[in-house]
């Protein structure tokens, strides 16, 4: 498939970028609607995302760059490259929090009230984001046959968009774009129906993605790499290492008031 989505004259809008694009709009829009029914006013959530929103794209890209500072050294112009791919979501999610825990400590806003709000809109924006992968033919697995593919039920234009230099490859994009799906609608529906405590849907955010990207990335074959461990794993477990330590932290602290 063809990377450009939109081509007007020199000018060129990749299909990496629309998706990204996309994954903020609605991410956007649905923290912007949660912010509302919580009383944070809405000049406050854009003067947020005014600042959120490209530190978060330099942390995910910086990311990636110092993982592979060998051929960015050799390379450097390819840095600003982004189009080609090369965001790493860990990268993302670091500055986030940073940007997150400075922008509302002056504000005397809760930060884990934030990352309530926010989390949902995140897990979102990386179910959409993953496809950007697709189009890029990257972020993919093992070698294995069409056989095995069309057994797991993966649809047709997936399968054969897996189909590189003369072999079918595992879409894990698309295992990860799947499971992020999943922890959307489960964090949307615990929101909406259960009374939940500061911090838990944060928890269960850092819990579900942790286990879902620890296993997926067993099978990624260009994998982020340091001392010969794939480094999303690391941050995978320490996310589920946080995440049990809210959780925990806030049962706590409810079973203390009761």
């Known amino acids: 498939m063809n990377p450009i989505a939109i081509k007007i004259g020199p000018f060129s809008i990749y299909w990496y970028s629309l998706f990204i694009t996309i994954g903020f709009v609605l991410g956007i829009i649905l923290a912007l609607n949660e912010a509302k029914k919580q009383g944070i006013d809405k000049e406050t959530m854009i003067d947020y995302f005014f600042y959120l929103i490209p530190l978060v794209l330099v942390g995910a890209r910086l990311y990636y760059v110092l993982f592979n500072l060998d051929y960015y050294l050799n390379n450097p112009i390819d840095i600003f490259k982004v ?45 959409i984001g993953r496809w950007g992968n697709f189009i890029n033919k990257e972020a993919f697995g ?42 959307f609608i489960i964090l949307l529906l615990i929101r909406k129906f259960k009374k939940t405590n500061l911090g838990e849907l944060t928890s269960y955010y850092l819990i579900w993605y942790g286990l879902g990207r620890l296993m997926i990335e067993s099978l990624r074959t260009d994998s982020l790499m340091f001392m010969g461990l794939k480094v999303a794993q690391l941050v995978s477990v320490v996310f589920i290492i946080v995440g049990v330590f809210i959780l925990e932290y806030g049962l706590r602290k409810e079973n203390k008031n009761e």
């Open 83 to 127: 189009w080609e791919g090369g965001l790493a979501i860990h990268g993302g999610v670091i500055v986030g929090v940073i940007v997150t825990i400075v922008f509302f400590k002056k504000r005397k806003i809760n930060f884990l009230k934030i990352t309530d709000i926010m989390v949902i809109s995140l897990i979102l924006g990386q179910a």
């Open 142 to 183: 093992p070698v294995t046959t069409i056989e095995a593919l069309q057994k797991l039920h993966i649809p047709k234009f997936i399968i054969d968009g897996m189909f590189i230099s003369g072999n079918y490859y595992q879409p894990t994009f698309f295992y990860e774009s799947i499971w992020c799906i999943l922890g």
